[in-house]
């Protein structure tokens, strides 16, 4: 709380990112409740860990929800290209809890193009993601946007790699 005030103060906004694609606890969750060895279970819907996320995800809206600072929520950090049914399911679920209406996404690590040359955010089938998240470890100098124009989607660049310190002019 005294994080987001501080940030409120100087009028800064965060993107906060709620879960990792690997937590452990979310993971190991049978469908049933249990403890489960094999793991992979975070991103399968309805089961134990589905539903205990959505308290998590209930818990982050009654704790910090409050907050005008908390521009949106995303999933995880760098998911499985394409990877969306779940942070659809988190989006859906906060914008039916969430009485500031924070906006929803996640991000991959590579890309946001599908293989059918459409963007992953524009899917129908994941209406509730909210805008888009690209991440960009490209060997373009940084001034290099021609990329952009083909986006109609709201978009962010979350993360970026500048190739080398000479590539940027003064």
Known sequence: DYGLDELAKIGAYNKIVIEEKGDFA?????PYGFGYDQGLQ???????????QEYFWRYLTARYGYSRVAHSWEFVN??????LYFANEMAKYFHSIDPQKHLAT?????????PAGNYFWQ???YPDIDYADAHSYASAPPDSTSWLNSYTYPLTIGNTTIPSYTAVSA
Request: proline fraction near 6%; charge should be negative; avoid cysteine.
């Open 106 to 114: 996640t991000s991959f690590w590579a890309g946001i193009d599908n």
């Open 123 to 125: 899917d129908p089938n």
């Open 26 to 30: 979310f993971n190991h969750i049978s």
């Open 42 to 52: 975070m991103q399968i819907g309805g089961g134990a860990s589905h539903k205990y």
């Open 78 to 83: 760098e998911d499985a290209p394409g990877n």
